[in-house]
């Protein structure tokens, strides 16, 4: 009869201590898994989705879903249209990212309510009424960047002679070259049309300085994410630090995932 006691009391611990492993391993596999798995990436003037190749490789190796917009950039409400377009396809809340004028786009279209939180990546952050042509004069042009005038259809490039240096100073030459060979114009007119949205006032933001920016001051960027209170990251990249420093920007976006 004791050995039998025993033996059941022995069992009850062994079964006790299985529930508490159990129980053990789901809170941890609860507290490893995010809390949004949809992100949505926009990029900014003079590129196109393709510079997220790097950011969206390590996403989804971690278990991210991840889809990106390919911006029109003939007006602040078609990027913005475009943008929503693919926000409204997810199944779920969704992690905003935008790069440069990106920043912009998602001011404004984070106010879908599928969107959890926004991350802005050497972006704009303007608020309502302000344009992004107010930020591109809040401080002195670096002379490494420069914009052709608008052409005959209103488009305007990165002057392709200081494209390597004012855009992507820490990528190669070559690298530089292709990128500055296949930019995407974007109309003059997006940067003096105002948002009339402002996703950041409600919702959690990250700002990432890229702190050898050329094309938009890093301290305009700082001052943006400053008074936004958003949560900073500075980062020794140039505008593009998203493809230089592809491991850092998807932190920073995991991080947004997780909160």
């Known amino acids: 009869m004791k050995q039998q006691t025993t033996t059941r009391n022995r069992n009850t611990w062994l079964m006790a201590l299985l529930l508490l492993s159990t129980l053990f391993i789901m809170a941890s596999a609860k507290a490893e898994t ?15 989705g393709s510079g997220w190749k790097g950011v969206y490789d390590i996403l989804t190796r971690k278990g ?3 889809t990106i917009v390919q911006n029109p950039l003939t007006s602040l409400k078609a990027d913005v249209d475009a943008t929503n377009s693919v926000i409204n396809a997810q199944d ?28 802005y990546v050497a972006a704009f952050m303007p608020d309502k009424g302000e344009s992004a042509g107010k930020w591109v004069g809040a401080a002195p042009a670096a002379p490494e960047a420069g914009f ?27 690298q530089s070259d292709f990128m500055c060979a296949s930019q995407v114009p974007i109309a003059g007119k997006c940067f003096e049309e105002p948002v009339q949205n402002v996703a950041w006032k409600t919702k959690p933001s990250y700002g ?36 230089s420093h592809a491991d850092e920007v998807a932190k920073v976006i995991m991080a947004a995932a997780a909160n």
Request: aromatic share 10%; no cysteine; proline share 5%.
């Open 208 to 243: 990432i300085v890229a702190k050898s920016d050329k094309a938009l001051n890093p301290g305009t960027e700082r001052t943006m994410y400053t008074r936004a209170n958003a949560h900073i990251t500075e980062l020794e990249g140039s505008h593009v630090v998203f493809i």
């Open 92 to 119: 779920g809340p969704v992690v905003l990212a935008g790069h440069s004028w990106g920043g912009t786009v998602i001011t404004e279209a984070g106010v879908n309510r599928k969107v959890a939180s926004l991350v």
């Open 148 to 174: 052709t005038a608008p052409d005959q259809f209103g488009f305007v490039y990165f002057d392709p002679a200081k494209f390597h240096g004012g855009f992507a100073g820490d990528l190669s030459k070559a």
């Open 34 to 48: 995010p809390k949004v798995k949809n992100i949505v990436l926009v990029h900014g003037a003079f590129a196109d």
């Open 64 to 66: 991210y879903h991840v």
